[in-house]
């Protein structure tokens, strides 16, 4: 029996993310990763696969690094103690978790992959969701909103990966569309106070920007 210590795995997935400024900083995936135990402990998903697929969900996310393949998390999960059919099993539920744009079917196969969905799915959403959504649309010089341009929603991948708009449209081509794609009934439950703090926000923005004296 190979011997797995996972706080091995908390360590290196800290280092790896301690410095980002995109909204994928350590304390995302420490969220998420609780959030994920929490909805596998109601769900009755397998912990012992949920725990690390939560915590290296992101570190070989197309819109961070580019290229193909798991080798950060690959790396990491080997240094942990994990062997070959558990990296395989981790990171076939890593390969269902990303959101890829309105009109793209990313429903998982298996329970502990909609568990770590629906995870990352809640911390995209509510007051969270919002300041994360600010701070990746910085990092990628996109504009806050611009009014004249109608709200867009993709049908492809290709579409949404390389959609140029603005940090307003993001509500709208994606979280606003999260609550009713969540898997589990544990995670619906979740997101209907985030969702509708999204929608309050949305509201009120609209109000102070269309102000007149
Ligand atoms: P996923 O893999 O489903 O995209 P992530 O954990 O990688 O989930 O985080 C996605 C988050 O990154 C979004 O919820 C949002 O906060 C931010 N993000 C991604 N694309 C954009 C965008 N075009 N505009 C603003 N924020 C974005
Ligand atoms: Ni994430």
């Not at 770590?116 to 007051?127: N, S, Y």
């Not at 919002?130 to 290709?158: D, N, V, W």
Request: proline content about 3%; glycine content about 8%.
């Amino acid at each position: 029996m190979n011997q797995v210590d996972i706080t091995v795995l908390y360590r290196l997935v800290k280092e790896f993310c301690e410095h980002d400024t995109t909204g994928h900083d350590w304390w995302h995936v420490h969220r998420v990763t609780q959030l994920a135990i929490h909805l596998a402990n109601h769900e009755g998903a397998d912990v012992l696969l949920v725990e690390p697929a939560a915590l290296v969900h992101d570190t070989d996310d197309w819109k961070l690094k580019g290229g193909e393949g798991y080798p950060n998390a690959t790396a990491m999960l080997k240094a942990t103690g994990y062997n070959g059919k558990q990296i395989a099993d981790i990171l076939g539920i890593v390969e269902q978790v990303s959101y890829k744009g309105a009109g793209v079917d990313t429903t998982p196969c298996n329970l502990e992959a909609m568990v770590v969905q629906d995870a990352d799915r809640l911390d995209a959403i509510g007051a969270i969701g919002i300041a994360r959504a600010f701070a990746y649309g910085g990092s990628k010089h996109r504009p806050m909103y611009l009014p004249h341009l109608e709200p867009q929603l993709h049908e492809t991948f290709e579409e949404y990966k390389t959609a140029q708009g603005h940090t307003i449209n993001h509500f709208y081509e994606k979280l606003l569309l999260l609550k009713d794609r969540m898997n589990t009934v544990t995670a619906k439950a979740l997101a209907e106070e985030r969702h509708r703090f999204m929608e309050f926000f949305l509201e009120q923005f609209y109000r102070e920007w269309s102000f007149r004296p």
